[in-house]
């Protein structure tokens, strides 16, 4: 997997390699690494075989590129379960406008990807197919497949990151929520795209919370983020949040040769915390400096809401999760309850099967939401976060408008935790601490990358993020693609290859 998709197309197109013979190795090595627990569905050969047909065309940008997709994504024939109970034995009739346009591109569907139930965790811990194991770090933990601790691959996107990291696919989908994708992409070394909101179609994506939730890319190599951008972007009418712009229509193009000069970056004071690790600071500090040396303005610059934005975060966020699993009702389409006593009644047929269905974080933040939600409480909570939220966006417009053409932060607080110690603390915790650096550019739209740059004195990856104002994306790729050409990271996948 040390070739770029480019690469790799060359020669399927050339004659020296097949797509299926490529996509049969993925699946090889998908139940190879099957310990990973990477995947909660992986496609057969003969799944593949159909997929392939006849062979794609050869002008395809993606022709026989083995991908995965988040299981929030709906891929027809395959199941959507969210890692839930809820809709284990769903399987949606149509597939997701994002997913459709990397197999028109001439993609291969490998399968499905573990996540956090509906999305609502940062470690990938929390789904019913048990909880994903991070490949860095993990040989100390390994004696013959049994791994009595293991470090969390972060979430709520981590099986796609394994996937991606593992060598098992060239590319996945995850989705981005509050960091759902760069929090993983951090802690597995991979490259992690949060896309301005309304460039990627949501038609598909099982919502979360519906005014952030956003797809997202994960990949090696800025290269193949950037190609897979191109594939799927653009306006879908069957998106009510799409967005019409320029942008859809562009190929964003990424440089061999692109210089930095010039190009204004602001390091916010506040995004520092007492949490933060002494080597997430000192990496943060070494790319500034990087940048600084090769003619980039790099200046301190403040949001000063941000010390509010987690608290905001933690309001909003549940209010659309009440809103939105209101649906899972045990009528229309999912989990439904079998005990008679539930039959007694609709209301006790809703409580049990919601019950069953849900785990202890799920059914927690419904209840915090209708709490927020109540009559007497809607002003108090509800209101006072969206004005909150408010202030958030107009503390990044404020940057933008003095001349800041993008922010560089760290992505993560920490390394990647060992499972034993992220346990220890209970989802709210985890969300507050692992979405501090993240969850700000979900709240005002706008695109954010986590770039890895070097591996810390345990052997585990560090990142960085850069945040732009909306329909960013070519700067962003840009800076990115040269931070990581002088990082050297990817030489550091070799390791995992062998």
Not at 76 to 87: E, F, H, I, N, V
Not at 274 to 291: A, D, F, R, Y
Request: glycine share 8%.
């Amino acid at each position: 997997m040390s070739l770029s998709i480019k690469e790799v197309v060359s020669r399927i197109n050339s004659g020296s390699l097949t797509g299926r013979s490529l996509a049969e190795a993925a699946i090889d090595r998908a139940h190879k690494q099957k310990h990973l627990n990477a995947f909660t569905y992986i496609c057969s050969k003969k799944d593949v075989e159909r997929q392939l047909g006849e062979g794609s065309p050869k002008d395809l940008p993606l022709n026989g590129i083995p991908i995965a997709v988040k299981d929030n994504f709906c891929v027809k024939g395959m199941p959507a379960t969210c890692g839930s109970k809820m809709l284990h034995n769903f399987k949606p009739p149509y597939t997701a406008t994002v997913v459709q346009k990397l197999v028109d591109a001439g993609a291969v569907v490998l399968g499905k990807t573990n996540m956090d139930e509906f999305g609502m965790g940062n470690g990938t811990v929390d789904s019913i197919f048990g909880p994903t194991r991070n490949i860095w770090g993990l040989e100390k933990f390994m004696k013959d497949y049994s791994l009595p601790d293991w470090h969390v691959p972060g979430g709520s996107s981590g099986g796609s990151a394994v996937a991606v990291s593992a060598g098992i696919c060239f590319a996945a989908l995850g989705s981005d929520t509050g960091g759902s994708t760069r929090n993983p992409a951090s802690y597995c070394g991979v490259v992690g795209l949060k896309p301005t909101y309304g460039l990627l179609s949501r038609f598909g994506l099982i919502p979360l919370v519906n005014s952030m939730d956003v797809p997202g890319i994960l990949t090696r190599t800025v290269d193949d983020c950037a190609l897979i951008f191109n594939t799927i972007k653009g306006f879908d009418d069957k998106d009510s949040t799409s967005v019409q712009h320029g942008l859809n229509g562009k190929k964003v193009e990424t440089d061999d040769n692109t210089k930095v000069a010039g190009i204004k970056i602001g390091m916010p004071s506040e995004f520092f915390s007492h949490e933060m690790s002494p080597e997430v600071v000192e990496c943060w500090k070494e790319i500034s400096t990087l940048l600084k040396s090769s003619g980039a303005v790099v200046d301190e610059v403040s949001l000063p809401h941000t010390s509010y934005s987690i608290a905001c975060y933690s309001v909003l966020n549940p209010c659309e999760v009440a809103s939105n699993m209101a649906r899972y009702d045990g009528l229309r389409y999912g989990h439904r309850t079998s005990k008679p006593e539930s039959l007694r009644s609709t209301e006790a047929l809703y409580a049990q099967t919601r019950h069953e269905g849900f785990n202890d974080v799920v059914r927690g933040r419904i209840l915090t939401g209708n709490y927020f939600l109540l009559k007497e409480n809607y002003e108090k909570f509800f209101c006072q976060a969206m004005k909150v939220r408010r202030l958030i966006c107009q503390d990044f417009e404020n940057v933008w408008k003095a001349g800041t053409e993008l922010l560089l932060t760290p992505v993560t607080l920490t390394a990647a935790p060992t499972y034993s110690e992220f346990i220890k603390w209970d989802n709210r915790k985890q969300s507050s601490v692992q979405d501090y650096c993240t969850q700000s550019a979900n709240m005002a739209g706008l695109p954010a990358i986590s770039i890895p740059i070097k591996l810390n004195t345990t052997g585990l990856p560090l990142s960085v993020q850069l945040i732009g104002p909306k329909f960013s994306e070519e700067l962003i790729f840009q800076v990115a693609k040269f931070i990581e050409a002088s990082s050297n990271f990817q030489q550091l996948h070799a390791t995992l290859d062998n």
